[in-house]
């Protein structure tokens, strides 16, 4: 091989990872992202275990203020409500498909419900989430679910509708 062909092929080997990249959901110049595209609500799911192995009460107020004080439970409900506004920020985006964000947070929902189901059986280990806190989570992991797969609906109709397209 000549001197052209070898860069010629290592120019092409850099096009197929950064394809590749690109394909998986990572972005191949920039780095890993593919923390960018998880919903919130598995963020939310991290910090739920974090605080049920590592707090003894969660019912235990964390805040005290005056008037009002917050336990650790209204603090994940707090989290989980802004995580769910979140997400139905990110469908909204008229122009953009953002189906596989929906599809990722229906999967997300669904995986609640399965641990949820699962904690019902009596395995020990998954005890934590047989909880009224857990299925309040999953509750407003579903809702939102179901509102991000309708917006986005509704954004990408009325972008084809009118013809107008962001990219």
Not at 26 to 43: S, T
Request: aromatic share 12%; proline share 3%.
């Amino acid at each position: 091989m000549s001197g052209a062909q070898i860069e010629a092929a290592g120019v092409l080997a850099t096009k197929r990872r950064r394809w590749y990249a690109r394909a998986c959901g990572f972005c191949g110049r920039h780095g890993w992202h593919l923390a960018r595209h998880m919903p919130f609500f598995i963020y939310v799911l991290a910090v739920f275990i974090g605080v049920k192995l590592l707090v003894p009460n969660v019912r235990a107020p964390v805040f005290v203020g005056i008037r009002y004080s917050a336990t650790y439970v209204e603090c994940l409900y707090v989290l989980g409500a802004i995580a769910g506004m979140a997400e139905l920020l990110r469908v909204s985006k008229p122009g953009v498909d953002q189906t596989n964000e929906a599809l990722a947070m229906i999967f997300t929902s669904v995986g609640y419900f399965a641990l949820f189901l699962l904690s019902l059986t009596g395995y020990p280990l998954l005890q934590i989430f047989r909880d009224t806190e857990f299925l309040v989570l999953l509750a407003m992991s579903a809702g939102q679910s179901v509102l991000a797969v309708k917006i986005n609906a509704r954004t990408l109709k009325r972008t084809i509708d009118t013809g107008v397209h962001d990219s």
